[in-house]
């Protein structure tokens, strides 16, 4: 069948039918593409796989399909990031589960991408404290500092996530830690959340 001899064609862009597939959260067309042996692993001229690109769409169903093929969730694209790092940018609580759930779940929590980042650092950003709270109970570093000397703490504070940077503080982060303009995390927030952390 012409499907089976040409189902992993990459387009100028390296992707196959599955990555867009999975673009577009299609879970029909990712079945058939499955079914027919297209290759779940592979990757785009940045690195990206399937997985990534549903988990970054946001597209549960897909992306589940996908962990179930199973898929190699320990590739890294070509901005250092793993699954973990969209999974925690996006908030979705479902897909970290099942990452921190697989063998690789201990080690990914501890892998930087190029800007020197940890998941843990995505998570504080955008103030998901359920994940930062899964991240630090699976053994993430909590005061790692990224490429510009900011710590998962400078980023909850500079976004005003109180209790996220509370959560960390209790858990035994450095608060004093200073970036690479020699501020710390709390110089970051306003006086709302310097009041608060201080309470």
């Known amino acids: 069948m012409l499907l089976d001899q040409q189902v992993d064609v990459k ?7 599955l990555h867009w597939a999975c ?3 299609n879970p029909a067309l990712c079945r058939l593409l499955l079914d027919h042996g297209a290759d779940a ?6 690195g ?9 769409a946001k597209h549960q169903q897909v992306s589940e399909m996908l962990f179930a093929v199973p898929v190699d969730i320990s590739q890294i694209n070509r901005g250092g990031q793993t699954l973990l790092h969209p999974a925690c940018s996006k908030q979705l609580i479902w897909a970290v589960d099942t990452l921190l759930a697989s063998d690789a779940g201990k080690k990914l929590v501890r892998i930087k991408d190029r800007q020197g980042q940890l998941p843990l650092h995505r998570a504080a950003a955008v103030g ?8 630090v109970a699976n053994g993430s570093p909590m005061s790692t500092s ?18 996220v940077a509370q959560f960390l503080v209790d858990q035994g982060a450095d608060a004093d830690k ?3 303009d020699g501020k710390t995390p709390l110089q970051l927030g306003d006086d709302k959340m310097r009041k608060f952390l201080a309470a």
């Open 23 to 25: 673009v577009h959260g």
């Open 11 to 17: 387009d100028e862009d390296g992707r196959t039918a």
């Open 41 to 46: 692993d592979a990757q785009d001229e940045g």
């Open 128 to 135: 998901s404290l359920a994940i930062v709270q899964r991240l």
């Open 178 to 180: 200073l970036d690479a």
């Open 146 to 163: 990224d490429a510009g000397g900011w710590t998962p703490m400078h980023h909850a504070c500079a976004e005003g996530h109180a209790d």
């Open 48 to 56: 990206w796989t399937p997985i990534m690109i549903a988990i970054a």
